[in-house]
């Protein structure tokens, strides 16, 4: 089928063809067949770059241009919504009926808003957490989506945040009983049993514009899966490398997979060594500008820095721990063949646009706290695969996984190469997960009985795959701690949130950590300090990531916890009586202990040397600490502790930039983070005003601040920066630079 046949808007087709897709690949044409441009609800099982995304704009468009309609396009992670709103991007010039522009918006953060600002979008591209923040705000043009995409729908799968899609499709069929539902995946073994609970047509394919070869590499040769063979030369001791030099050699691109944020740096620095001889010196100087365009993303950081040295190599890593703009940065490298080996956490093949030639999973075995190591899903092994062969650039993909012995081989050939992924089971009826959705269900007002209540849950995926009463017991159980904590009130047959219930539920937390934190906020310390309320946050469920105490830490938590023990809100487990409660409660004194370092400026790199914590859960405890000390400031509004309103809004300031409260001034300028702060305020620059009434020339003369962010901060602060002396600036800078080159 050609473009130009679509039943589509002619301007949409016009963009397809001026991008260069003037035909249809096979997947997408059996999508039409089906129906999907007809409103007909669809699940679409087909490889990695069979061409998913693109059905999902075509009835996007669809709906917008001629059924004046809103779409929702859901992700599980903000940087595949970031890609997903980009690629969306390209139809914002097309006109529709009224005259007005297509406009596409994405909203993947803030959990305590409706976003009201959303409803003037037509595509909103959001993450299934956001989705699910929304309909709890009940925002508005929520009720005028016409057509929902749930990307990566296989993830219904995984316990943590599988229920959270289930729950938001569910609910927009509720608030919605006509919205058309597009889920996409690249693997589904259950397809058809997910489209008979989304009154859905199925469509699954094995079509890939690029061939994927699967195998094992036992010490120098690869077994492929259709019996075929090739030797691989070893130059180290480290298969992986051995691959990846290989593929480079040939004219590739390496993605390989660690289990860990840890164990991706390590490979990517191991690659980085062997990699930097085989890089020509036009590549190396392309690779330098890269990597100061990384330094210069922000203020320096460890991560930073060591990203930037192993992409000056060639090689990078790409996990959570990045930011926004770094992972950009590196993505767009990677996709126009500057880097040429990239590791990556398993959480990249969720659907990241980054294929390479060849994809190495390095370890089939996953660490899970309690159970030690076990092997990973073949649903997850597949998603990786997928990742294998460039479209328009390979005519063939290797997905490989590594062997140390042959019965290590024929068992990663039995178990991944040969097997079929795993069915799709629903995880909802777990009591920690649920209690959260059924509160939801009542603060936002979807229920107002608890037959109303079991009637939702009833049409959720859980309740197609096993039996409907399955469920309510967990739902009692549910609704029993909700009325025992005064979240919920019972009126006869009627239900409805309590005040502390209905804001618990907009704060988007675990009941229990509301709980925690109302407690601990009614009992106070013997004397509230820093630690205190860093200590209650760290005993909530919602803390994450969970800092484990080593051995040899033991004894200085200990110490710490004697030294700090009046300022705690909770008493102290008897070391004796409950050994386990004790070391839990070590445990969460130690992640008090790590951000309160962190709020005394202390260095990344101190840090990771005295903590054992990598920079990448650092980044993740700081910004899931702040959205925790927010909703402690809410919830101290809602019970009226006035005393500690001001105390927890700088504590929140503190904890995002890392300062001590002297520099609260001086980070809310825009460039101006936890070092520069520093810089200016021990030189004597301490609050706006001094800053306002400064030369630019003596900004200019303190380290790492230059010209342009003198004068940006100039501008910041209302300073009247004169053109002679901005014109003098830039002379001066123009002749250090003419000389320092004459040097």
């Known amino acids: 089928m050609r473009t130009e046949e679509l039943s589509l808007h002619d301007s949409v087709k016009q963009v ?25 609800n669809l699940v679409l099982a087909s490889p990695t770059a069979s061409g998913k995304t693109l059905i999902a704009e075509f009835c996007a468009l669809k709906h917008v241009l001629e059924r004046g309609g809103k779409v929702l396009y859901l992700s599980p992670l903000r940087a595949l919504a970031s890609e997903k709103f980009e690629e969306f991007k390209k139809y914002a010039n097309i006109k529709k009926g009224n005259g007005r522009r297509v406009k596409v918006g994405i909203s993947t953060g803030d959990y ?88 859905a047509i199925s469509v699954t394919t094995e079509w890939r ?16 899966k259709d019996g075929g063979a090739k030797k691989i030369e070893k ?212 229920a107002h009985t608890e037959q109303g209540i079991f009637d939702f849950f009833g049409k959720t995926f859980y309740a197609y795959q096993y039996d409907p009463r399955a469920i309510k017991g967990v739902i009692t159980r549910s609704l029993g701690f909700l009325y025992a904590e005064r979240m919920i009130e019972v009126a006869g047959d009627k239900v409805r949130a309590t005040k502390f219930g209905r804001r618990v539920s907009e704060l988007y937390i675990d009941p229990l950590t509301g709980v925690v934190i109302r407690d601990a906020l009614r009992s106070r310390a013997s004397r509230l300090s820093d630690i205190s309320f860093l200590h209650m946050i760290a005993r909530t469920p919602d803390t994450f990531p969970k800092l484990r105490p080593y051995s040899s830490e033991m004894d200085d938590l ?64 700081i910004q899931n600490s702040k959205w925790l000390l927010h909703a402690s400031h809410e919830l101290a509004a809602l019970f009226r502790h006035k005393d500690i309103f001001s105390y927890l809004a700088k504590l929140i300031v503190r904890i995002e930039k890392g300062v001590k409260p002297e520099l609260l001034p001086l980070v809310k300028l825009e460039g101006i983070g936890r070092v520069r702060a520093r810089i200016l305020y021990d030189s004597g620059l301490r609050s706006i005003q001094d800053l306002k009434a400064a030369r630019l020339d003596r900004l200019t003369g303190l380290p790492l601040i230059g010209s342009g962010l003198a004068k940006k901060i ?3 602060v209302g300073g009247f920066v004169k053109a002679e002396e901005w014109k003098r600036l830039k002379k001066g800078e123009t002749e250090e630079q003419r000389a320092l080159t004459e040097y």
């Open 112 to 199: 305590d808003s409706s976003d009201p600002w959303l409803g003037k979008y037509d595509i909103i591209v959001t993450t299934n957490e956001k989705a699910d923040s929304l309909l709890r705000h009940r925002a508005r043009w929520v009720s005028d989506v016409s057509l929902v995409v749930a990307d990566e729908v296989h993830l219904l799968n995984e316990p943590e945040r599988g229920p959270t899609l289930e729950v938001v499709l569910a609910r927009l069929i509720q608030v919605n009983p006509d919205i058309q539902i597009l889920a996409l995946s690249a693997t589904i073994k259950n397809a058809e049993e997910l489209a008979e609970w989304l009154k």
């Open 235 to 446: 130059s180290s001791k480290n298969p992986a490398i051995n691959l990846a030099l290989h593929t480079i050699k040939s004219g590739g691109q390496a993605l390989a997979f660690a289990g860990t944020r840890r164990n991706s740096v390590s490979l990517a620095k191991m690659m980085a060594a062997n990699i930097k001889p085989l890089l020509s010196k036009p590549m190396k100087r392309s690779l330098e500008q890269i990597a100061e365009r990384i330094l210069a993303a922000g203020e320096r950081t460890r991560i930073s820095e060591q990203l930037a040295e192993l992409v000056s190599n060639g090689a990078a890593f790409h996990h959570a721990g990045l930011g926004g703009g770094h992972r950009k940065i590196i993505e767009n490298a990677f996709r126009e063949g500057k880097i040429k080996v990239l590791t990556a956490t398993p959480t990249l093949a969720f659907g990241v646009n980054l294929p390479a030639r060849v994809v190495i999973v390095q370890e089939y075995r996953r660490y899970n706290p309690g159970y030690g190591y076990y092997p990973i899903a073949v649903l997850e092994y597949k998603q990786m695969a997928g990742r294998a062969g460039r479209p328009c650039y390979d005519k063939v993909g290797d997905a490989l996984l590594i062997a140390k012995t042959e019965d290590e081989r024929d068992y990663l050939m039995d178990s991944y190469i040969l097997a079929e992924p795993e069915r799709i089971w629903s995880k909802l009826a777990v009591e920690r997960i649920l209690r959260s959705h059924v509160l939801a269900t009542i603060a936002a007002d979807f």
């Open 16 to 40: 397809l063809i001026s991008s260069g897709i003037t035909e249809l690949y096979p997947p997408q044409q059996e999508a039409i067949y089906a129906g999907a441009l007809e409103g007909k």
């Open 558 to 621: 200990a110490l710490f916890v004697d030294e700090h023990q009046e300022e705690f809100m909770f008493d102290l487990p008897d070391a004796w009586m409950d050994r386990i409660a004790y070391e839990e409660f070590l445990g969460e004194a130690k992640l008090a202990w790590v951000l309160k370092a962190w709020m005394n400026e202390t260095t990344e790199d101190r840090m990771i040397e005295r903590f054992k914590v990598q920079p990448g859960d650092l980044y993740r405890l």
């Open 714 to 716: 100039k501008e910041q």
């Open 209 to 224: 514009p690029v061939t994927l070869r699967e195998g094992v590499l036992l010490h120098d040769e690869v077994h492929f």
